[in-house]
């Protein structure tokens, strides 16, 4: 008989505890500074770059560099390569960092408070740029005086280009069904124009991003794109005022886009066109105490005048109603006082 096997069976080895991260490779905060500054953070947006500074202090000291903040607010926005303009931002408290945080988000300033206190300032400064399909086709900037008797007492219009000066683009506009060319640039133009106050050492964007509106101007056969941000006005918590943006475009000869006019005014619920003054006062308080949120989609802003719009025509609607009834009463009135007339007349 064969000897039985006395050798108990091979037990598997023991399972191994997986090596932990700095076993791995180290932390992200093991890197060299240089090559997370260098090649790391200047891959990122504006947006990720500032959530990367919460992550650590070590991080937040390396992501706080003002030259990626400023290489970040250039590529964004072409306009503050300005050599005034890059003057101005460096006076922030965080420099570009302040800027990119204050002129990023859209603008939501929904609530007027009457102890805001307003502040003179001798001028105020627009950069402006526009984009087709993200691509930079406009850039300028602009200074505004604000002292001068003819800012306070006139509506407040800030114009980019003369009567007669235009800015010839690469666009060509689309050829085939009716208005094509609108819709191709309300679908693919976007803004962005960014007030500073030099004395504040604030910025705020005044664009709606997205097109509220496009249409092409019946007589001189301009795309007219408008662009809005509502914020509220100094008459009352119902009151709020539209800073519209209105940019021009026409067609060269060959097909070619050129930028005709870009523009900026202020209107009330009433459609009547703010003075200087009165622009500065919501301006100021708006610059100063305005969220600045993220944007949510980008019908955001569409939505925000769409629904201005809506309570400007109610408003219309029952001033239209308090007249007739006004009317109706003057004329009873009047028509109580002939007849009392002619009765006294008759009868004494």
């Given amino acids: 008989m064969a000897a039985l ?133 406009f850039s300028k900037v602009a200074r505004t005086e604000t002292l001068t008797d003819w800012f306070k007492c006139s509506p407040l219009r800030v114009d980019l280009l003369g009567p007669k000066e235009s800015v010839q683009t690469s666009i060509q506009y689309q050829t085939g069904e009716k208005d094509s060319s609108v819709k191709q640039l309300e679908e693919n133009i976007t803004l962005s124009w960014i007030l500073i106050d030099p004395k504040r050492r604030r910025a705020m964007n005044l664009s709606s991003g997205g097109p509220v509106s496009a249409q092409r101007h019946w007589l001189t056969g301009e795309v007219v794109v408008k662009f809005a941000t509502i914020m509220a006005g100094d008459g009352g918590e119902k009151e709020f005022v539209e800073c519209g943006v209105v940019v021009c475009c026409g067609e060269k000869e060959g097909g070619a886009m050129e930028v005709r006019e870009v523009s900026l005014v202020m209107e009330d619920m009433e459609g009547r066109s703010l003075s200087g003054k009165e622009s500065l006062v919501i301006l100021q308080e708006a610059l100063e105490r305005g969220e600045r949120r993220k944007k949510k989609s980008g019908t955001e802003g569409k939505g925000r005048y769409e629904d201005f719009v809506e309570m400007k025509r109610e408003r219309k609607e029952r001033k239209q109603r308090l007249e007739k009834v006004l009317d109706m009463v003057c004329i009873v009135t009047g028509i109580a006082i002939f007849v009392s007339a002619w009765t006294f007349i008759l009868f004494r």
């Fill in 5 to 137: 096997s006395t050798t108990s069976p091979q037990q598997p080895p023991p399972p191994q505890q997986p090596p932990s991260a700095t076993t791995l490779g180290g932390t992200i905060s093991d890197l060299q500074p240089d090559i997370l500054q260098t090649h790391i953070f200047t891959l990122l947006d504006g947006q990720t770059l500032a959530a990367t500074a919460c992550a650590s202090s070590e991080l937040y000291a390396l992501s706080t560099e003002d030259k990626l903040w400023r290489d970040i607010c250039t590529s964004s926005w072409p306009s503050i390569n300005d050599p005034d303009v890059s003057s101005i931002i460096s006076t922030f408290s965080s420099g570009n960092r302040s800027f990119f945080s204050d002129s990023f988000p859209l603008l939501h300033h929904h609530h007027h408070s009457s102890s805001f206190l307003t502040a003179s300032t001798e001028y105020f400064v627009s950069a402006v740029d526009i984009y087709y399909k993200n691509v930079p086709i």
